[in-house]
C-alpha cells in the first residue's frame, strides 16, 4: 500500500445462464471481447453472476447505506457527509509517553520511540471495557523530506536509526469519555515497536540456513519490522501486522548480482528507496545475503503485554504482505487469506492445523505455525467474468515442489512462496490488496488496485479475473467458498465493481467501469477495504488524485461504501491534498469509526510546518452508528 512505486518482478460448479449469452456470442475471445465490444464489462456484469443474482434476489429491498453521499473534493481537509464529524486522533509526532518531546525535524531517535509513528496504515482497535481500549496502528514507512530538516539532501547513521525508529508499529491506550474516545497518554500499554525491536522467527522457516545471519547465527531470532501496511487481529486478542515492500530497505556500497529468487523480491545491489545499507550492515545484501529474508513475514503482536517479544509467522508465507483477514471456520480451524501486493503476483490461504478453543485462549498462541499454505487459481468460461477457483496446495514435495524444481524442504516453500506459486501454476492478479470477510455471510472481497502490465507483459495476460489491459482503476474481485467451508479447496467468484471513469469514457468501453459505477461515485485504485458490525462495505483509495485526464472528476483519494448484496455504492469520505486514505477499525458499538490519512502534502495536521500522516475520527452528531 506504499505510496512509492514498485515495479513487478514475476511473472460446485457454476450452471446457471449468464445473460452475457444474450449479449456477445461466446466463441469471442476475451481478449477480443474486451477490446470491441466491452459490454459485458461496463452493462452486465453485477447481476449477472450466479453469485451476484442469488445476492439481489435475496436482497433486492436492502437500505444498509444510509447516509447523503457526498461530491468529489480537492480540498485540503477531510470531507463527511452532513450530520457526521472528522476530527484528529493521533498524528505523527503526538507523545505516546508523559513528556515526551514535541515533535520536530531535529527529534533523535530516542524523541521518535515515545512519539507516535509515521506513515500510519492499517489498525484495530481492542476494546478492554466501555471506557478503555487498545489502538494498534501499522506506520508503514517515512519520507526522509519530512523527517529531516536538510529534506533527506544528507544521511548519517543517526538520520538513520531515528528513520527506523519511526517506522514499525505504535501501540496506544484510548480512553472514552464526554468528548468519545480520546489518546490516554499515561496508558501503561503504550510503546513502540520498531526495525530494531527484537523478534522470533516461528513456523516451518525459523532456523532454517536462508535465515541465518553473523548476527543470529540460530535463524530463529530478528531485529525490527518495517513497511507494515495492513493488519489483522485475532480472536484470542493479539494484532497481526504485515510486512510488504520491504525491499526498499536493503541495498549494498558495491554492485552485486543478486541471486534471482531475491530479484523477483525486488531486491537489487546498490542504491535504495532508504539506503540503510549505508549506515547499518545487516541492510546490506552483500555483507549479509540472508537478512531479506527475514522480512517480509506476518508478525503477531501481544498488545496486552509490553514485555512480550512479537513473532514472525512464517507458516502463512512471506511475500508482499498487505493484510490479513482471519475466520474461524466451520470446523474451528482458523483461516487466514493473504493478497501479495505486486503487479502479477498472487493471492494466498493459510488453514491451520489445529483448532481454535474458545475457552481456552492461552491455548492459540500458537495457532499461526502449523497448518497448510494455498495458492489461488482463478478459471472461467470464455468471455465470462466469472467462474470457479481452487485452491493449490503449497507443500513440499507437492504439485511440483520438489527437489528438482528447486524447494528442497518446507522452510523453502514458505520462505521463496512467490516461485513456490509460480511453480503449481497460479493466477497473477492486478496487485492483491486488502482482504476482507464479510460477517454476514461466506464471501470475501479482494482489493485488487491497478497494473499497468496486465496484457501488455507476456507473463501477465489477460485473465478472468484480471480482465483489462492496462488496469489503471483497478476492481475488487468477490468469492464464496463450497459450501460456505473457508477450508475447501473450491470456490465460486465474480467481480463486485470495476472502477472507472463514465464520464470520459462510454459504456462500449471497459474504463467506463462497471454498471454500479457512475459519475458521482468514480474511484480509482481501491485498497484498503473492509466491514462493519452491519455488513456495510467499506473502500478505501491510493490511487491518482490528479483530477484530470483519465482522472477527471474523481478528485482526492476517498473512502466510499458498498452494499455488498446490491452492488450499490455511494462517496462517504475525501481526504486532503495529496494523501492515500488507509486504515480502517470500529469501536465495538459502530458509533466511532477511525480512519488513516496519510503522507498528506499540503497544510493538513501541520506541526511546525510539517504535514503529519493523522488518525481520524469519525462520529455522527446524533451519536448514531456510522454509514446506518
Not at 163 to 174: C, D, N, R
Not at 296 to 304: C, K, L, R, S, Y
Not at 346 to 367: G, I, M, Q, W
Request: aromatic content about 8%.
Amino acid at each position: 500500500m506504499s505510496h512509492i512505486e514498485h515495479d513487478d518482478h514475476s511473472n460446485n460448479l457454476l450452471s446457471t445462464p449468464s445473460d452475457f449469452s444474450k449479449i456477445i456470442d461466446n466463441s469471442l475471445s476475451r481478449r477480443r471481447f474486451l477490446q470491441t465490444t466491452a459490454v459485458g464489462s461496463s452493462i452486465a456484469f453485477f447481476a449477472t453472476s450466479p453469485l451476484a443474482n442469488a445476492m439481489t434476489k435475496k436482497h433486492s429491498d436492502s437500505t444498509v447505506i444510509g447516509f447523503n453521499p457526498i461530491a468529489a473534493s480537492t480540498s485540503d481537509t477531510v470531507v463527511v457527509p452532513k450530520g457526521y464529524l472528522a476530527q484528529p486522533l493521533i498524528a505523527w509526532g503526538d507523545s505516546i509517553k508523559p513528556k515526551a518531546t514535541l515533535f520536530s525535524q531535529t527529534n533523535s531517535a530516542t524523541d521518535q520511540e515515545n512519539q507516535f509513528g509515521d506513515n500510519n496504515d492499517g489498525m484495530t482497535f481492542l476494546p478492554l471495557s466501555q471506557s478503555r481500549a487498545v489502538l494498534a496502528v501499522n506506520n508503514e514507512s517515512t519520507d526522509y523530506a519530512t523527517l529531516f530538516n536538510d529534506h533527506g539532501k544528507t544521511l548519517t547513521a543517526e538520520k538513520v536509526r531515528r528513520s527506523q525508529a519511526a517506522v514499525g508499529v505504535s501501540i496506544v491506550e484510548l480512553r472514552n469519555d464526554q468528548q468519545g474516545w480520546n489518546v490516554n497518554v499515561d496508558g501503561r500499554l503504550n510503546r513502540r515497536i520498531t526495525a530494531y525491536t527484537p523478534m522470533v522467527l516461528t513456523g516451518p522457516a525459523a532456523g532454517d540456513q536462508h535465515l541465518k545471519t553473523n548476527a543470529d547465527p540460530t535463524g530463529t531470532q530478528v531485529l525490527g519490522t518495517f513497511n507494515n501496511c495492513a493488519n489483522g487481529s485475532t480472536p484470542w486478542g493479539t494484532y497481526l501486522t504485515c510486512e510488504e515492500n520491504f525491499d526498499g530497505f536493503f541495498g549494498s556500497k558495491n554492485d552485486i548480482k543478486v541471486p534471482k529468487r531475491d530479484a523477483r523480491y525486488g531486491i537489487k545491489s546498490g542504491d535504495g528507496d532508504f539506503n540503510w545499507h549505508q549506515f547499518d550492515e545487516r541492510f546490506d545484501i552483500q555483507k549479509e545475503p540472508n537478512e531479506n529474508h527475514r522480512h517480509g513475514w506476518v508478525v503477531e503482536i501481544d498488545p496486552m503485554n509490553p514485555n512480550s517479544k512479537p513473532k514472525k509467522r512464517t507458516a502463512l508465507g512471506r511475500f508482499k504482505h498487505e493484510n490479513a483477514a482471519l475466520t474461524i471456520n466451520q470446523d474451528d480451524k482458523v483461516v487466514v487469506y493473504l493478497g501479495d501486493d505486486e503487479r502479477g503476483e498472487h493471492l494466498y490461504k493459510f488453514v491451520s492445523k489445529a483448532k481454535y478453543n474458545a475457552s481456552k485462549p492461552e491455548a492459540n498462541r500458537d495457532l499461526l505455525d502449523e497448518g497448510t499454505l494455498y495458492v489461488a487459481k482463478f478459471s472461467a468460461q470464455d468471455g465470462e467474468l466469472y467462474g470457479n477457483g481452487e485452491w493449490l496446495e503449497l507443500t513440499f514435495g507437492k504439485n511440483g515442489l520438489t527437489p528438482e524444481n528447486g524447494f528442497n524442504n518446507q522452510a523453502e516453500v514458505v520462505i521463496f512462496a512467490r516461485q513456490a506459486a509460480t511453480q503449481v501454476g497460479a493466477t497473477t492478479m492486478d496487485r492483491p490488496e486488502w482482504v476482507a470477510i464479510n460477517p454476514k455471510s461466506d464471501q470475501v472481497f479482494c482489493t485488487l488496485t491497478n497494473n499497468k502490465n496486465r496484457g501488455v507483459k507476456e507473463n501477465q495476460a489477460l485473465n478472468a479475473a484480471n480482465p483489462r489491459e492496462n488496469n489503471i482503476y483497478g476492481h475488487i474481485i468477490r468469492w464464496e467458498p463450497k459450501n460456505g467451508n473457508h477450508a475447501a479447496h473450491e470456490f465460486t467468484w465474480d467481480i463486485y465493481v470495476m472502477a472507472g471513469n463514465p464520464d470520459k469514457y462510454d459504456a462500449k468501453n471497459p474504463r467506463s467501469g462497471s454498471q454500479n459505477i457512475n459519475k458521482d461515485n468514480m474511484f480509482n485504485s481501491p485498497d484498503g477495504i473492509g466491514f462493519d458490525n452491519a455488513g456495510r462495505l467499506w473502500i478505501q483509495t491510493d490511487g491518482d488524485y490528479s483530477n484530470s485526464g483519465d482522472f477527471a472528476g474523481m478528485g482526492n483519494n476517498q473512502m466510499l461504501c458498498g452494499d455488498p448484496n446490491t452492488g450499490e455504492i455511494k462517496r462517504f469520505l475525501t481526504g486532503p491534498t495529496g494523501c492515500e486514505i488507509t486504515g480502517l477499525t470500529f469501536s465495538p458499538d459502530n458509533k466511532t469509526m477511525l480512519i488513516g490519512v496519510q503522507h498528506p502534502t499540503g497544510s493538513f495536521s501541520e506541526l511546525n510546518g510539517i504535514p503529519r500522516s493523522t488518525v481520524m475520527k469519525i462520529t455522527r452528531e446524533d451519536g448514531g452508528v456510522i454509514g446506518a
